[in-house]
């Protein structure tokens, strides 16, 4: 039975990936949303460190990834799109934009390893250091802002928390800086996966893929969003920074051997 299930699943799939990788993606895409939603960040770079893992190169999980969180991204953003600063938004766009272009160059001659370890560095980084703190940027500075991380996120597969203390809550307020956050996210994923279909990645062949693991993040966010209030504080940090970083390890240590 279990056989004729694979079977069954590996029809969805393009042909590069494995069945039981396909489902592992899937799962995936689950658990790091739930992630996303109970601790605020960590599941876009959770989610690429596991695809990494697969016998893939990083010029298809990179843009295939970029869906996926453009989906996880979109919906927050139509929902609170009156908030949106739009003058900090815009500005940070026409920087992403230069920064996505640039970086799609580059992801597609990138050697895997090379990856992997700056990945793993990165989300040890962002694990274990102080927090930024968000700061008050003049208005000009959004654009190459956008290019910097944008270009950053061609690599590491999401730089929320860069691109977080871009923003400051005191001025902004609660709800236009969850808006514009939201937008900024949305826009960077969005122009990223545009800039990979330019140089050439077919997305249709990934489709049925790339929905499932929507749908599934899409899940995983509702019950984030129920664990959230039932799991100790001191149990969840705990929990969080050892997965994120048993994620990193395996990374570097593939990248090493």
């Given at each position: 039975m279990s056989a004729d299930w694979l079977a069954g699943l590996t029809v969805l799939l393009p042909d590069a990936v494995p069945p039981l990788w396909g489902l592992v993606f899937v799962i995936a895409a689950f658990f790091t949303s739930a992630l996303t939603a109970a601790a605020g960040l960590g599941g876009g770079v959770s989610l690429i460190a596991i695809m990494l893992m697969a016998p893939l190169s990083p010029a298809v999980v990179i843009p295939v990834h970029g869906v996926v969180q453009l989906g996880s991204n979109a919906g927050r953003t139509l929902?609170?799109?009156?908030?949106?600063?739009w003058p900090i938004?815009?500005?940070?766009?026409?920087?992403?934009?230069?920064?996505?272009?640039?970086?799609?160059?580059?992801?597609?001659?990138l050697n895997k390893v090379w990856l992997q370890l700056a990945l793993g560095l990165f989300i040890l980084w962002a694990v274990w250091t102080p927090k930024l703190k968000p700061r008050t940027m003049p208005?000009?500075?959004?654009?190459?802002?956008?290019?910097?991380?944008?270009?950053?996120?061609?690599?590491?597969?999401s730089t929320g928390p860069l691109v977080a203390v871009l923003l400051n809550a005191e001025t902004l307020g609660r709800f236009r800086t969850v808006?514009?956050?939201?937008?900024?996210?949305?826009?960077?994923?969005?122009?990223?996966?545009?800039?990979?279909?330019?140089?050439?990645?077919?997305?249709g062949e990934w489709l049925a893929l790339m929905a499932a693991m929507v749908g599934m993040g899409f899940l995983g966010t509702l019950a984030g969003r129920w664990l959230l209030g039932r799991i100790p504080e001191a149990w969840f940090q705990w929990g969080f920074k050892a997965v994120i970083t048993l994620l990193a390890a395996r990374l570097i240590g593939q990248a090493l051997v």
């Open positions: 929902i609170m799109g009156r908030h949106i600063a938004l815009l500005l940070f766009v026409a920087g992403a934009a230069v920064g996505a272009v640039v970086g799609a160059q580059m992801v597609v001659a208005l000009w500075g959004m654009a190459p802002a956008g290019a910097a991380t944008t270009f950053a996120s061609m690599f590491l597969g808006a514009t956050f939201a937008g900024q996210m949305t826009a960077q994923h969005g122009l990223k996966v545009a800039a990979f279909g330019l140089v050439g990645f077919a997305y």
